[in-house]
């Protein structure tokens, strides 16, 4: 289960839990289209207030980020730019395989978060040398204290020798 909050104009929110599903409207699309559904289970019915010291400013990402790499190797790597909305935030990388299982040997990154009042920093993924995998998805996630944190992924591929 999922918590929600349904906030109105004059930040009067109602708590409620419930499920989120999908259903693709076009397989072939380029662009992903299709219905998502919210499927309440249980609903809080006191309002809250005044809500907005619980809804956080959030960072977002504003310039594309590949969704996939190719021809990553271990010697010069491959840099992927990562720009946000928001000044001084942290970068992390973590990496899983194509299952979701955490894999930390066949790829590293090298996160350079961005200088004092920058909104840039960048990511040089290398293959590992000890990786055996062709392909890998990094998770990428942009921090600030005080922000609610942006994430996305790519998929890297790996030169194999």
Known sequence: ?????????????????????????????????????????????????????????????????PAYVEDVDAT???????????????????????FGVEDTTSAEATATDPTTGAKSGSVLFKKASAGTKANIIAIVTATKTGYASATTTIALGLKVA
């Open 1 to 65: 289960l999922l918590d929600f909050l349904y906030l109105t104009p004059d930040f009067v929110g109602w708590h409620f839990t419930g499920t989120l599903s999908y259903r693709p409207n076009d397989a072939g699309a380029v662009t992903l289209k299709g219905t998502m559904t919210i499927t309440p289970m249980s609903v809080d019915n006191t309002p809250i207030l005044d809500c907005r010291s619980l809804i956080l400013e959030t960072i977002c990402f504003t310039d594309v980020i």
């Open 76 to 98: 010069t790597g491959k840099t992927v730019a990562i720009v946000c909305d928001t000044a001084d935030f942290d970068i992390t990388v973590s990496f899983v395989d194509e």
